[in-house]
């Protein structure tokens, strides 16, 4: 495939006048280096059993090179029928047209329910636009945009790609990947071991994207929770306290369904001030009460919503 990889610059402006709105949007073309495409399936770890979806397609490059070179199949969003009608021609001629598939619809409306990887090149103020859609998809969903960010929704994953020939600022190409989290907030209970006697554990849990944070109590006594991380669906985090003069540390590691975490517990003690882990045991963990992930956090909309700004 040729250098042809759209572009998109979209400026949204709204006016508001006796309750109406308008918005316009201008997508000027610029050419794509194969690297960076190449950065994209590879920062999100494209495999065969994947599903690609590419919002703002242009000629389908992106989908097409999933397929092609990694055995996936996808679909690709683009409002230009022109460049819908180049993008199956050159699926055809690549052979991938069983795998791949091009519409012409706003990206806006598209079902991306199916999609286990979304890829994008739009501006950041679309992208925060889309923002509220990406965290209704299945946990663990990767989505990688070209080049712009999705304000301080911080990514898991960033690489900078030379293009010594890019026709507007510096000469590389930002890649960004997410994973879309579970929301884990709430308050989660469970029961095990401390010293040999069966104890209640709790975790209250506040959430804003993947960052997690939370208070303890194990056995009725206040509890640290420590490096708590989330991947997808799967949570992992430590938990001590001092319960009847020992310190009981233990670290837990879980994948959740509904209001159930299903996972393994390990208990840490101090060897010589060298932490050591014992060996994994069943572990599971009930939702009591509901939080709220915090995805709008700094995020502020003028109008309809066409247009929104984040504050940083």
């Known amino acids: 495939m040729r250098e042809l990889r759209k572009y998109r610059f979209v400026f949204f ?5 006796s309750g109406s709105t308008a918005c316009a949007a201008d997508a000027p073309y610029v050419t794509t280096p194969q690297n960076v495409i190449d950065a994209m399936l590879n920062i999100s770890a ?3 059993d994947d599903y690609v979806v590419d919002l ?3 000629d389908g490059r992106i989908v097409i090179t999933a397929a092609k070179k990694l055995g996936a199949r996808g679909v ?15 699926a055809q001629r690549e052979g991938v047209q069983d795998r791949v598939s091009f519409y012409s619809d706003d990206l806006f409306f598209m079902d991306l329910s199916k999609a286990s990887v979304i890829t994008m090149y739009m501006s950041e103020a679309v992208n925060l636009r ?3 859609s990406l965290f209704k998809l299945k946990p663990g969903t990767r989505v990688v945009s070209h080049d712009f960010d999705m304000g301080n929704w ?16 510096p000469p590389s190409s930002a890649v960004f990947m997410w994973r879309v989290p579970a929301d884990f907030a709430g308050t989660w209970v469970w029961r095990s071991p401390v010293n040999g006697v069966e104890e209640s554990y709790e975790a209250a849990l506040t959430q804003k994207f993947q960052k997690i944070d939370g ?21 992992n985090f430590v938990m001590g306290a001092e319960v009847a003069g020992k310190a009981t540390w233990r670290e837990f590691e879980g994948r959740i369904e509904g209001d159930t975490i299903t996972g393994t517990a390990i208990t840490l003690s101090d060897a010589d001030q060298v932490m050591v882990k014992g060996v994994a045991v069943p572990w599971g963990a009930t939702r009591t009460a509901r939080g709220q992930m915090d995805i709008e956090a ?15």
Do not use: C, H
């Open 56 to 58: 703002g397609a242009g």
């Open 154 to 169: 911080r990514p898991d994953a960033k690489i900078t790609v030379p293009v010594p020939d890019k026709r507007y600022g």
């Open 130 to 132: 889309l923002r509220p």
């Open 215 to 235: 208070k303890g109590r194990i056995a009725s006594q206040q509890a640290v929770i420590g490096g708590p991380k989330i991947r997808g669906s799967i949570i």
């Open 13 to 17: 402006m709204v006016f508001i006048l």
């Open 298 to 312: 700094g995020v502020q909309s003028f109008g309809s919503g066409f247009f929104t700004r984040e504050q940083k």
């Open 76 to 90: 690709g969003v683009e409002l230009d029928a022109n460049l819908v009608r180049t993008a199956q021609r050159e």
């Open 46 to 48: 494209v495999k065969a």
